[in-house]
């Protein structure tokens, strides 16, 4: 593979595609409030960003560490949802890898997790935040 190749899987292809990704919510999204308000109207309390036990540069979005529950609500573009996952067009090959990777990392979150011992719980963006509240708080409620 020639250098303009090498250099089109390691960065965006563009420099506005590149500010438009750093712009990207990372935390506090909207499915993720709303999922989080219903939790908290709940009576239960959580704590936000939890490091991975093991794993510093990754994060739990929302995490019941005494009861070792992890949850994640995933974008359906960034994590690759069956259901409403794009491609993009321009710099193909660049964001299927980058799209895998994130796969991969959160395999390996989950794994590395329930190696731990935590039961790990995901969600897509689009799932209903009703039922999504409702079966985390079963989850932890069983796991007291």
Known sequence: MGGSGVERLISASSAEVSRRMRLQSRRDTRPEM???RLLHGSGLRYRLQWKVPGMSRRTIDVAFPGRRVAVFVDGCFWHG????????????????????????????????????????????????????????????????
């Open 81 to 144: 949802c069956p259901d409403h996952a794009t491609s993009p067009k321009a710099n193909s090959e660049w964001w299927r890898a980058k799209l895998d990777r994130n796969g991969e990392r959160d395999r390996e979150t989950t794994a590395h997790l329930e190696r731990d011992g935590w039961v790990v719980l995901r969600f897509w963006e689009h799932e209903d935040p009703v039922h999504v509240a409702a079966r985390i708080e079963a989850v932890v409620r069983a796991a007291r």
């Open 34 to 36: 709303a999922v989080r």
